[in-house]
């Protein structure tokens, strides 16, 4: 079962919690075991698992990320968002995450962050429910 869902960033780089999201579309599949996918279809937008208890993890993120790769560079890329790539591609497009009495199998602090770096946009996040065989 697919599922997209529709996020509204809100600041040219952000970092937004959707562990909720992802949850419900589980739930809404009816799978009880299997596999969940989350997929960015964005080349400018990211993914990832991480703590999700505390913002500044997400604020440290941002940090560290905007001083490995700069908002001024060498960049050829002549739509002025090559920092933007170079972010999303450094976090990565998808995650895969096991699913378990019909619900995530997430660590204690873990959760599903959706990472914008070039908006803000209406972004989409794709929801990809792979339900165990009986």
Known sequence: MITTLTIHTTGRSAMMDVTAQVEQAVRASGATAGICQVFVPH?????????????????????????????????????????AHVKASLMGASLTLPIQDGRLLLGRWQGITFCEFDGPRQRDLVVNIVAALP
């Open 43 to 83: 080349t400018t937008a990211g993914i990832t698992l991480n703590e999700n208890a505390d913002p500044d993890v997400q604020r440290d993120i941002l940090t560290a990320l905007d001083r490995l790769v700069p908002a001024r560079g060498d960049y050829q890329h002549g739509e002025g968002n090559s920092p």
